[in-house]
């Protein structure tokens, strides 16, 4: 997902290069669905820096949002021309999944951890909402599945499709 530049990484005890994302090249509407989707498919320990004109506060913002405690944040330059901030999935910060209650109206709640998948029999659908990063709030989970009625069958929904379709994407690619 990130261009291939790389660079040294911010540790020391290290040789290993790193993704460099240098957002100057990319356009603004291009720029937060990039970000997101590199963040959420880093592995735990891994990281890239992100090369930006202005300061990308609003950023880490956003990240905090959706991620939680589940990415670290480092300022490797701050401007006046370019910023460079390390992004990294802590060690240990393994994703999690959440099992959901999916009305037909579309409203949502947190199952059981053990609630059967599928369909309940009052119209409604058990989900698991998979792969969901470290610190994420339930909350934010249900906010990004309100209103989203898997199609039949679907048991499984990846988080990272959640935030697609937040993004743009009608249904976050659930129908092809």
Do not use: K
């Not at 990484?9 to 997101?36: K, M």
């Not at 701050?78 to 409203?107: C, F, H, K, M, Y």
């Amino acid at each position: 997902m990130i261009p291939t530049t790389t660079a040294p990484t911010a540790q020391a005890d290290t040789d290993q290069a790193e993704p460099v994302l240098d957002l100057r090249a990319i356009p603004p509407y291009q720029r937060h669905q990039l970000i997101f989707a590199s963040v959420q498919d880093l592995t735990p320990g891994d990281g890239f820096s992100l090369v930006n004109d202005h300061d990308p506060r609003p950023l880490h913002h956003q990240l905090l949002s959706l991620f939680g405690a589940g990415f670290s944040w480092e300022y490797l330059q701050r401007g006046p021309e370019v910023w460079q901030v390390r992004i990294a999935r802590p060690e240990g910060a393994a994703a999690t999944s959440l099992r959901v209650r999916v009305d037909r109206n579309g409203d949502v709640t947190v199952a059981a951890a053990d609630a059967r998948l599928g369909p309940d029999g009052s119209g409604a659908s058990v989900c698991e909402v998979t792969d969901v990063p470290p610190g994420t709030l339930e909350g934010d989970v249900l906010a990004l599945l309100q209103g989203v009625i898997p199609p039949a069958g679907v048991v499984s929904i990846a988080y990272e499709r959640l935030l697609a379709r937040r993004n743009g994407s009608c249904c976050g690619g659930m129908c092809g």
